[in-house]
Each structure stands twice: as C-alpha cells, then as structure tokens.
C-alpha cells in the first residue's frame, strides 16, 4: 500500500517541505533508506545521514534546520519519534487488518463473532466461542470451547487459547503461546509415584494485555489465574496457576512464577528472574534480571541477586565479594604472623 507524503503528513499534523505527492510503500532505517521508503531523525548524531540517505521522505522534528542541501522530501512534526511511531502503529494495522474465514478452517456452529473477524486457514474454533469486532486469529490457532475473545484482539499464528479463557479487548497473543494449560498440580503417594489433581479453573486476562511468543499461562487449580488490563509480558515466560499479577506489570524473558503467588502493579521484572510460590510481591517493584525471589516483597522496593536483596545492598556486597581472595588473604597473614 502507497501513500503520498501529504497523507502522512495530514496522519501527523505535520508540514510537507518538498514535494507533497512522491509516494512511499515501505518504513526503513535512516541509514539505509531507499527510493520508496520513510524513515525519521530523532537524535542528532543520526544528522549526518539525512544529507546522504536516499530514502524518499524523513519525518524532522519542527525545529530542525538543514545545513546542508537535503534530496529528500521532509515531513516537519513536533517529536519525530513519537510521529514515527504513530506511522509504525498505522502501517502494522493496515499490515494486519486482514477479515474473513480462510479455509480450511473449522468454526464451530455455535462459535459466534462480530464483524471484520479474520480466522485464518488450518484454525480451530471450538464450542461456545464468543468474538467481539475485529477479532484477528492467524493461521493454524487453536481456541478452545467456551473462549471469549474481546473487540480488536489477535491471536498469532500457532498459538493455543485452552477451554474457558477469557481474554479482553486490545490484547496481543503472540506465535506459539499457550495460555489455559493444565497447572503442574501432582500429589505424592506412598509408593513414590504421583496422581494429577484436576485443574478445572481457567485464565482471565483483561484488556490490553501483550503476551510473548511462547510464553506460557496455566489455568489455575480453582478459581482464576489474572493477568490484569496493560501487563506486557515477553516472549518465553511460565506463569503458573492461580497467579495474578497486577496493572501495568511489565516482566522481560525467561522469567518463571509459580503457584498462588501475587504480582502488584506497576511493576518492573528483569530476564530470568525467578519467583516463588504463594508469595506476594507489592506495587512498583523493581527486580533485576536472574534474580531470586522468596519471599514477600513490599511496595517500591528493588531487589537485586539469589536470593535477592536490596539493590543497595546488594552493590555494597559486592564490592567485598570482588576483594574476598585479597582479604582471605589478608586473614590468612594476620593468622600466620599470629602465631610466629
């Protein structure tokens, strides 16, 4: 899809300075611009590139004045990076506002749906599903009975939405995510082996929620496990059953939680990080990434190391760790001369 620098100009409410119709279809790099595409300059050590790129038109910021001559056509905005990031939220809708059902795919007669649904080829629909507006499911989803899906909710392809879900508006479900699986719920017997308890619980997630390609979420033992509105969670995390966590919550990859523990809002958890069970962690906590978590945590606090402390403290116990051989050392001559 083409479009002129003044339509994206008026996207903008920006200014044209060149010309208003030369078109273009793709999104580049300053630096590696080419005929056809728009790119943007935000920071100032990228300026030297606007001189030489030979993308068609850049988004300036209002403020910027060439000292040079400029070959491209410009689209003059108040935050160019901001701007640009409007332009790359319009292009990724546009990219994806695919509508219709592609076969093979398989709805079921009772599965319903709002206008400009997508379900893409080789998906399942299963029993009872209900789907607001705009609803886009990718090739080869799988979304189990009683699922409800809210308005302007994707579904990528290969991931697998599990009986009952409940999932809101706005939310992103990313390629090979698996949310509503079985938690690991096993009770020991006497002769060492182990028998299922039944999961029968489901997963609520509210609205604007991001989930990560192959980031799991298990449905909970009893009750609900709750992904609150705005969470953003990356690709290849567990989140166990009966989990909730909080507003706002961001959480980096290869992150584990496990059962019945509580996340506040707000909150800030680094790569790796791992999280105990039936703890509670308060709003605004910040983790650093491969970090321990054991115990319950209160609001505002950022925790560093296995098993994690205070961030401060961590640093300061560091710094003696990374001259414990010299001290040992020191110990052991204090220890020798002692007895010389």
């Not at 996207?11 to 080419?34: C, H, Q, T």
Request: glycine share 10%.
């Amino acid at each position: 899809m083409k479009f002129t620098a003044q339509q994206i100009a008026e996207i903008l409410e920006g200014d044209v300075v060149g010309n208003p119709d030369i078109e273009v279809s793709r999104l580049a790099k300053i630096e590696e611009g080419f005929e056809g595409t728009i790119t943007f300059l935000a920071n100032p050590k990228y300026t030297p590139h606007i001189y030489t790129t030979k993308a068609s038109v850049v988004i300036v910021n209002k403020s910027f004045a060439p000292e040079n001559k400029i070959k491209t056509t410009l689209i003059k905005v108040e935050d160019a990076y901001l701007a640009f990031s409007k332009i790359l939220d319009y292009y990724n809708s546009v990219k994806l506002n695919k509508t219709g059902i592609e076969q093979p795919s398989f709805v079921s007669d009772s599965a319903t749906y709002g206008k400009d649904v997508y379900i893409g080829a080789f998906s399942y629909i299963g029993e009872n599903v209900v789907m607001g507006e705009n609803v886009k499911i990718f090739p080869s989803a799988y979304i189990g009975d009683n699922v409800v899906l809210g308005d302007n909710t994707i579904i990528f392809s290969g991931a697998k939405i599990y009986s009952e879900t409940i999932i809101g508006k706005n939310c992103v479900i990313n390629a090979g995510a698996i949310v509503g699986a079985d938690g690991f719920g096993f009770a020991p017997n006497e002769d060492g082996s182990y028998s299922k308890i039944p999961q029968t619980g489901n997963v609520i997630i509210e609205d604007f929620v991001d989930i990560g390609a192959a980031t799991t979420i298990d449905r909970a033992t009893l009750g609900s496990t709750i992904i609150r509105a705005g969470v953003k969670l990356d690709n290849q995390i567990q989140i166990a059953h009966n989990v909730e966590i909080g507003e706002n919550t961001v959480i980096a990859a290869q992150t584990g939680v496990a059962g019945s523990s509580k996340i506040g809002k707000n909150c800030q958890i680094g790569g790796q990080v791992g999280i105990a069970g039936h703890i509670t962690i308060g709003d605004n906590v910040k983790i650093q990434a491969q970090s321990g978590i054991g115990r319950h945590v209160k609001d505002n606090e950022i925790l560093q190391g296995s098993p994690a402390l205070k961030l401060s403290d961590y640093n300061k116990s560091y710094v003696h760790f990374k001259n414990l051989p010299a001290i040992v050392k020191n110990i052991y001559n204090l220890e020798k001369n002692k007895w010389e």
